[in-house]
């Protein structure tokens, strides 16, 4: 059972995925709201915040696209973690689903035993944040006073090497392409190019020491993926 009434709200327009998505959060102990489109997703969102959105790319009227866009561009919605649910399994729309703001991307068909698996870690990743402290294996970072512990011991990191290692930790087995870590720590306006990226993964490493370096993973073709 889950360890707090942490609340879902599923977004999905076919009632038959709804009820078994529904009916399986519940028996773990989750409390359950439901929308069947992105009109009555957003009167929900009006009314309460939720902990995790469950949200459907296809559905009528605005796509879960478009309303992941607009839960990240509000302030009351903009940390709140959002599991796309798509049978559109390509990479390039994963990447899609991810860059508009989705935190996590299931593809159907799934098992109950997957997407309860992806909640439980989306929420987990969510309540780490809201306590300024992430943890992935031995690493420890507090984005609140900017320290890093590994193994329980003080590490030093530049600025840059500190907005990677948190970019990797807050999501945590996501394969990051070195675009896409020139975007979210150097900003899309830095005239860098892509081998700044395996430069600053190297110093990075270097701080970490051998042990947790290791956790960071160089992905052939793709970049680079903590965990």
């Given at each position: 059972m889950a360890s707090s009434?942490?609340?879902?709200?599923?977004?999905?327009d076919e009632a038959a995925q709804r009820d078994v998505i529904t009916y399986n959060l519940r028996k773990e102990g989750y409390e359950?709201?439901?929308a069947q489109d992105g009109d009555e997703a957003e009167l929900e969102l009006a009314e309460e915040v939720p902990d995790l959105?469950?949200?459907?790319?296809?559905m009528p009227g605005a796509s879960g696209l478009e309303l992941a866009r607009r839960i990240r561009a509000r302030s009351e919605t903009r940390e709140t973690p959002v599991i796309m649910l798509t049978a559109r399994g390509e990479e390039e729309d994963v990447i899609r689903g991810l860059d508009v703001g989705a935190d996590d991307y299931i593809t159907k068909p799934y098992s109950v035993t997957e997407l309860l698996a992806r909640v439980r870690s989306a929420l987990r990743r969510s309540k780490s944040g809201?306590?300024?402290t992430i943890r992935v294996g031995d690493i420890e970072m507090n984005v609140e006073t900017h320290r890093v512990h590994v193994s329980g011991q003080e590490i030093s990191l530049g600025p840059l090497e500190f907005r990677l290692?948190?970019?990797f930790m807050e999501r945590p087995d996501r394969?990051?392409?070195r675009d896409q870590l020139l975007d979210k720590v150097w900003g899309r306006s830095a005239y860098v190019d892509s081998r700044t990226v395996d430069v600053h993964v190297g110093r990075l490493r270097k701080s970490l020491g051998a042990e947790a370096a290791s956790q960071i993973r160089t992905v052939r073709g793709k970049g680079y993926a903590l965990g």
């Open positions: 009434r942490a609340q879902i709200l599923v977004i999905e359950v709201r439901t959105i469950l949200l459907d790319w296809m809201g306590a300024h290692l948190r970019t394969v990051f392409e």
